[in-house]
């Protein structure tokens, strides 16, 4: 931390205050960085959201004992490294990969998948999903069966007892979720290295390259508080929410 407040080295000699690092955000290139990290952050979380939120739905639909079955499945691919998984998109997208091939048996022209936003998009939702869906079934579970069908007896339909009573006290599950899922996303660097081939520049990415490669510590550690303080905002919004869920539960 005190790094991000002084200049010079990486080695704290002849320590002197300053807020440059910081000011250092302000720059064009570094805006672009963070803008492109929010954009591909929201549509991760947006897309994750509609299929995590379908998912755990579904899975609700089920027995207890096939739910926490289903729920495992959704958790295996959470257990291999994340490197590996990204390895495993990256022969399924190159240009020789499995789906072009696919393409190319079906007499159709191959497609650049690779070193593109649908690349980076779909390893982030890949590899954050199951942050979408564990939180969202979670709260699903959790809703009383009585609620629902007293929605239905007082003349509700099966899209209005969704709307008003299943959605609306998911939100707590969905707030989590959404949060889990964004900041995971904007500070991830291995998918945004690999599956964009290294044009594409996400906070983790510069974070990573000014420890690593360009040897600038008071910058990168400026970026990691910049990073901590939104992760931190991020988790008391998800504390205040599980809060209000707690409270409703016991009243």
């Avoid at 290294?198 to 360009?214: D, H, K, P, R, T």
Wanted: glycine share 8%; aromatic share 12%; proline share 3%.
């Amino acid at each position: 931390m005190l790094y991000s407040f002084t200049t010079g080295g990486n080695e704290l000699v002849n320590i002197q205050f300053t807020l440059t690092n910081f000011k250092k955000l302000g720059e064009p290139i570094y805006l672009d960085v963070l803008k492109k990290s929010f954009v591909l952050g929201i549509l991760s979380v947006g897309i994750c959201l509609v299929s995590g939120y379908m998912l755990a739905y579904v899975i609700t639909k089920f027995s207890d004992s096939a739910q926490d079955l289903l729920i495992l499945l959704v958790t295996i691919p959470m257990w291999i490294n994340t490197l590996l998984r990204t390895y495993a998109w990256m022969s399924l997208l190159s240009d020789n990969g499995l789906i072009n091939q696919c393409l190319g048996f079906l007499g159709l022209s191959p497609m650049t998948l690779m070193y593109t936003d649908f690349a980076v998009v779909l390893g982030l939702i890949s590899d954050m999903l199951p942050f979408m869906v564990i939180p969202i079934h979670t709260s699903i579970r959790k809703i009383d069966k009585s609620l629902i069908e007293a929605s239905h007896d007082l003349g509700a339909n099966n899209f209005q007892t969704f709307w008003k009573v299943i959605f609306k006290m998911s939100i707590p599950g969905v707030i989590n979720g959404v949060m889990m899922t964004f900041l995971l996303s904007i500070s991830t660097f291995v998918i945004p290295k690999l599956l964009g081939g290294g044009q594409y520049m996400l906070i983790g990415n510069l974070i990573e390259n000014q420890f690593i490669s360009v040897g600038n510590w008071n910058f990168g550690s400026a970026i990691s508080i910049i990073l901590t303080i939104i992760i931190f905002v991020g988790l008391l919004i998800m504390k205040k929410f599980d809060h209000d869920e707690k409270e409703d539960e016991k009243s």
